[in-house]
């Protein structure tokens, strides 16, 4: 069954700061692969997604992630951090029969000044 | 075009009462979906309609939730009894094909269950 798994319940950062959210899944095919965030009292809004093609994917807010085969992991990145980034980050991956998403247990970024 | 809407956005309830939950997906998205997020956990999916059919509620946690999605559009969710295991955020979401390509969510439901 595909999984992913997500490092790091919370991560916390400075402002300016990089950030790195850690990501691994468990997939017998070539997955697609998602980032959502959930911003204090908000939904889930997409922040990126790998489908085919090229392995670096770039998201909304200056976020990015890099597919990698070899090592079963889609980090998610951000040189620089903004109070704004302050949020829930959820890694999640299509189910076998590509009909639902399976998610992370979630990263919650701490940015301070 | 307009987003998934969820609502009400909060709910708090004593355990016993019932809570029905409502969404409404994107105009013209065949497949609607409903997840779960107790707290500290991972985000869990529930049930799955294609139009007014349920494709997939193998994630329903028992037969105090109810899903009913009538004339394929919008979608309730009722929990009766509610339970205090029951509070979380509900979430919806919806897409126009296969969900593993990505959907689009509302902004959730939060339910407090006292």
């Known amino acids: 069954a595909q999984s992913v798994t997500q490092l790091g319940s919370h991560v916390s950062v400075s402002e300016g700061a990089l950030v790195l959210l850690r990501c691994n899944y468990s997939s017998s095919v070539p997955p697609y692969l998602f980032w959502y965030v959930q911003y204090p009292n908000q939904g889930l809004q997409l922040l990126l997604k790998?489908?085919?093609?090229?392995?670096l994917v770039k998201g909304i807010n200056g976020f990015e992630a890099e597919f990698k085969k070899s090592e079963t992991s889609f980090h998610l990145t951000k040189p620089s951090a903004h109070m704004s980034d302050a949020a829930e980050y959820f890694c999640a991956v299509p189910n076998t029969g590509f009909q639902k998403l399976v998610f992370g247990t979630g990263t919650r970024l701490l940015v301070s000044p | 075009e307009a987003g998934v809407t969820q609502f009400p956005s909060h709910s708090v309830i004593e355990k016993g009462q019932t809570v029905t939950l409502r969404c409404d997906p994107i105009s013209g998205h065949d497949n609607l979906y409903w997840y779960r997020r107790v707290m500290g956990k991972e985000i869990k999916f529930l049930l799955h309609f294609v139009k007014e059919s349920k494709q997939d509620e193998s994630g329903m946690p028992n037969n105090r939730f109810l899903a009913e999605r009538t004339g394929g559009t919008y979608s309730t969710l009722k929990v009766q009894p509610a339970e205090l295991e029951d509070s979380g955020v509900y979430f919806c979401?919806?897409?126009?094909?296969?969900?593993?390509?990505?959907?689009?969510f509302g902004s959730g439901t939060r339910l407090t269950v006292v």
């Open positions: 790998y489908t085919t093609g090229a392995t």
């Open positions: 979401a919806s897409s126009r094909g296969q969900g593993g390509y990505g959907y689009t």
